[in-house]
């Protein structure tokens, strides 16, 4: 099936575990994955007008809307696509990426009318790099502490 | 060594007055009313009391006689030579660096110090431990620890545990009581103790037959010696350290280091070789992980050559750093977000392998993996490639074959990224300083960067200062701040365990070894170690300045004193177990210092600590004298409610790195 090996390369190399989930309303494909700190999350794709969109959910632990925290990712987002990233991680105009918060549910999602494979290589290190650069920004160690109930002493992320 | 013993510390920078030798126990005429009244003395011994000056921290004559004391070497001539003086000889012959030590294990101890290995006693078995490791870490040599049967061995653990989790080259002895008595508890002292290393060892043996001391002495010098190293535990029932020889035929597998080990290494296949370098060719932004094999194998230099002649992006892991220095335009240590631009990884000599998502790198990067012993690639970490080989042999190999290339773009992108990592650590001193003015106590962002600025910006300092870091607060702090700029300038004393408190101890050792030019330390005698931890880590510690002053190794200790264990914030939610996280508050452990040789400061600006840091460095200089200085703080600088930005995770690999 169309797309159906598009996460075996992350999982052959240890990046996370994923396997395929029940497809909801005009989803083409969908993967459940434990990834960082064994946090669930579901990777989903739709065919949309200008090529396929790639939705991430929950990207993070609960997280209402009105929490610092989600006002500063909206902000690390917004950096992602400026030149203060290197061109060959930038985001560039070739990708839409929006972040919702429905109840705390936050989501990722990213459109673009590049192959799929590549578009998914860009979600997963755009995750990546909210679990690796965004989590470790000054400060967030408490915080991710209480949002993963995981002790201080043992901020293990695999 | 330069045992500058009788000088004494002079300043009381509390009081601001000289002290001079001090006479702290003096009896009140209070005190002796109540000791005449209760009978015990009598008017003469009360009289001769008052008028008595008991002069203290002093070294007694017989200290500094014993050290002068010549060596001797044991022979089987005339009344033999002992088990114990068997395995001696065999630690002499092996170069063994150095014994850090409380007394106990008798036997052994003492033959170790007569046939000439550097031997230093301490206060407590477990900070002895602290100091060999330190010693080792800053090093790379093989040294020994030993305690008293089964206490001192046991006070020992949780830092034979740390040497383990550090792959440090650690011989750990402990005399065990007698066989005859095995099983019967005669006595008192008795421990298992080969079940009590088990996980954090190498290779451990307890000796029974005595005619195998130096087969097994062997059997731990091949371990300490070949592959990864970690510690190896050996001990010693009483009938096998005094039994006696009377020639060498009484000792089975007695032949020399060059028969019971070998130095060959292993070499990388040609194949790997060529595989390595076309994916280095292909790709743009490679990031060498330089672990510490390459410090254990003193690769450095080939590591500098290969890196330079192709542009590769460098970062260094492991319990010692500096062996790729952090101020290098190919290093990453200080430019995380370069690590994720990386497209192609090399691990070296990583001893701890860290799982994929632990380290700083774009998902699912190319990796190469080059370890010294095959069993353990493709642990943890995914492999496109591993290559059995030593460390410095693939390096060398490396910097011959590699083809020169300049990758401008990479080179750039690393420098931006440290330059941005030195604005956020910038700013976060500007919100450290802001802090320690609106709450009138030292934040440990000021600490850490007035610290590593005291170091980068003496005449001295910077190539000379080893320092370490320690604490959970002022660790996380002091990790973003410090620097290292050559082989075994920092040591990373909570590396992969995370004990807090066997930091300070550490650096002692590491005082030894700089103030004996041990190794990397060559070159560098004199100048004083410093070190950043905590007030729950001192009291790991505390008593070892002791230790320091006697034998000279001069260590500024600065403390974070913020009242509480640092993970306070975990009683947040929780009042009633808050005071579980709680100490007395404005403990003065610089007066302690003072009681124990050192000097002792106490701080609550940033101007009193770069003043304080100023004579504490002259003094550990000129005088071989310690220095603790005490940093009033507030346990509400680690969370971000009260006084921004608290705590952070820490960034790995790197400089604030304290796992894999």
Not at chain 1, 3 to 20: C, H, K, S
Not at chain 2, 87 to 109: D, H, M, R, S
Not at chain 2, 351 to 358: F, G, R, V
């Amino acid at each position: 099936m169309f797309g159906e090996n598009l996460l075996d390369g992350y999982v052959m190399r240890g990046v996370f575990q994923a396997q395929p989930d029940k497809l909801r309303r005009e989803e083409l494909l969908a993967w459940t994955m434990r990834w960082f700190a064994g946090h669930a999350m579901r990777l989903s794709v739709h065919r949309v007008d200008a090529g396929h969109s790639i939705t991430v959910e929950p990207l993070l632990p609960p997280l209402p809307a009105t929490d610092p925290v989600y006002r500063d990712l909206r902000s690390w987002l917004s950096v992602q696509k400026s030149e203060a990233i290197p061109v060959h991680r930038r985001l560039g105009a070739d990708i839409d990426v929006k972040l919702s918060n429905r109840k705390g549910t936050v989501s990722l999602v990213l459109t673009s009318a590049l192959a799929l494979d590549a578009l998914t290589d860009r979600a997963v290190q755009l995750v990546n790099g909210v679990y690796k650069d965004f989590l470790y920004q000054p400060g967030r160690l408490t915080w991710v502490a209480g949002a993963f109930q995981i002790d201080p002493d043992s901020m293990v992320f695999f | 060594m330069d045992m500058d013993h009788d000088k004494k510390p002079e300043t009381d920078s509390l009081a601001g007055v000289s002290t001079g030798r001090r006479n702290f126990l003096r009896l009140s005429g209070t005190a002796i009313g109540a000791v005449a009244t209760a009978g015990v003395g009598t008017p003469v011994f009360a009289q001769a009391a008052t008028q008595m000056e008991i002069p203290s921290l002093q070294l007694a004559e017989a200290f500094k006689q014993s050290l002068a004391e010549p060596v001797t070497d044991p022979s089987f001539e005339g009344a033999g030579m002992t088990g114990a003086e068997v395995f001696a000889q065999l630690c002499k012959k092996e170069n063994l660096a150095a014994l850090f030590c409380c007394p106990g294990n008798y036997t052994v101890i003492n033959a170790l110090a007569e046939v000439g290995i550097p031997a230093f006693g301490g206060r407590t078995e477990g900070s002895m431990c602290a100091m060999a490791d330190g010693f080792s870490r800053a090093t790379g040599e093989v040294v020994a620890t030993s305690g008293t049967e089964g206490p001192g061995f046991t006070h020992m653990i949780m830092n034979i545990a740390a040497a383990n989790a550090a792959r440090t080259p650690l011989l750990v002895l402990a005399s065990n009581m007698t066989l005859a008595g095995e099983d019967r508890e005669a006595f008192i002292q008795h421990a298992y103790q080969q079940p009590t290393t088990e996980g954090m060892r190498k290779y451990g043996k307890r000796l029974i037959n005595p005619s195998r001391v130096h087969e097994y002495g062997a059997t731990a010098f091949r371990h300490l010696k070949s592959g990864v190293p970690q510690p190896v535990h050996l001990d010693f029932p009483a009938e096998v350290a005094r039994a006696r020889f009377k020639s060498s035929s009484d000792l089975i597998d007695y032949y020399d280091k060059e028969h019971y080990r070998t130095e060959s290494r292993a070499y990388p296949a040609p194949t790997d070789m060529k595989a390595v370098i076309k994916l280095l060719n292909t790709a743009e932004r490679p990031l060498v992980i330089a672990g510490q094999g390459v410090f254990q194998r003193k690769g450095w230099d080939a590591l500098l050559r290969a890196a330079e002649k192709a542009d590769l992006g460098v970062v260094t892991s492991g319990p010692s750093r500096g062996f790729f220095a952090d101020d290098h335009r190919l290093s990453l240590a200080a430019a995380p977000d370069a690590l994720l631009s990386a497209d192609l990884v090399v691990f070296i000599g990583q001893y701890c392998m860290p799982s994929p998502n632990e380290y700083r790198v774009p998902a699912g990067v190319k990796t190469v993996r080059v370890h010294p012993e095959q069993d353990d690639l493709g642990r943890n970490w995914p492999l496109d490639l591993g290559i059995v080989s030593d460390e410095t042999y693939f390096l060398e190999e490396l910097a011959q074959n590699l083809p020169a290339r300049k990758r401008e773009t990479w080179v750039s992108e690393i420098a931006k990224a440290k330059a941005a990592f030195q604005q956020r650590n910038d700013d976060l001193y500007k919100q450290g300083l802001d802090n320690s003015a609106r709450s009138t106590f030292l934040h440990p962002a000021v600490i850490a960067r007035d610290f590593q600025n005291f170091i980068d910006t003496h005449p001295e300092g910077r190539l000379a200062i080893a320092t370490g870091f320690g604490g959970w607060t002022s660790g996380l702090f002091a990790g973003r701040f410090l620097r290292a700029y050559r082989p075994g300038q920092e040591i990373v004393p909570p590396y992969q365990y995370g004990a807090i408190g066997p930091d300070a101890a550490m650096m002692m050792g590491v005082s030894c070894a700089v103030q004996n030019g041990v190794g990397p330390q060559a070159g560098y005698e004199g100048a004083p170690t410093m070190c950043i931890t905590s007030d729950a880590g001192i009291s790991y510690s505390l008593m070892e300045l002791d230790t320091a002053r006697k034998y000279g190794w001069p260590t500024i200790i600065t403390v974070y004193n913020n009242n509480a264990w640092g993970t306070f914030p975990q009683a947040a939610n929780t009042p009633r177990a808050s005071h579980m996280y709680l100490f007395q508050e404005n403990i003065r452990y610089d007066q302690m210092a003072q009681q124990l040789g050192a000097r002792g400061e106490v701080v609550r600006t940033p101007e009193e600590y770069r003043a304080a840091l100023d004579r504490a460095y002259k003094a550990g200089r000129d005088e071989k004298v310690s220095t603790l200085i005490n940093c009033l703080a507030l346990k509400e600088f680690t969370a971000s409610k009260d006084y921004p930005p608290g705590v952070s995770v820490p960034i790995q690999p790197g400089v604030s790195a304290f796992s894999h």
